[in-house]
């Protein structure tokens, strides 16, 4: 399975951006596939999601009302749209797919990840 995240780049505080994540050789309505975030400096952490069971997403507590996770199962990806953007949501993000014997209702844990793509970096401009 490579995953491949894509989007991104430089945007004013405020503005918006999508990032798309394709995958080869997994078929990603399977799987929950969840979207982290590096800070510089920082650890990754998680900051949305969406199961492969039943499409439920879920997001950390600074994205929410501002990101919105989506999949477009005909073209095989996943989108996070990132909308009212601030500084503190500059990183690289990463696309990343879940185990499947990972059941738990929460999809925001790192270590449930087994493949990750390359990462695409999110600049917001203050």
């Known amino acids: 399975v490579q995953l491949q995240a894509s989007g991104g780049g430089l945007v004013q505080a405020g503005g918006s951006t999508r990032l798309s994540c394709a995958a080869s050789?997994?078929?990603?309505?399977?799987?929950?596939i969840g979207w982290f975030r590096q800070a510089p400096g920082k650890e990754r952490k998680g900051v949305s999601c969406i199961r492969g069971s039943d499409g439920r997403f879920q997001h950390v507590d600074s994205a929410k009302g501002r990101f919105a996770i989506a999949r477009d199962n005909a073209k095989n990806a996943v989108y996070l749209q990132l909308n009212a953007l601030e500084p503190e949501d500059t990183g690289v993000y990463y696309c990343?797919?879940?185990?499947?014997?990972?059941?738990?209702?929460?999809?925001?844990?790192?270590?449930?990840?087994?493949?990750w793509g390359q990462g695409t970096q999110v600049t917001v401009s203050s």
């Open positions: 050789e997994a078929r990603l309505r399977d799987h929950s």
């Open positions: 990343a797919i879940r185990n499947l014997h990972i059941l738990s209702a929460s999809c925001l844990a790192e270590y449930d990840y087994y493949r």
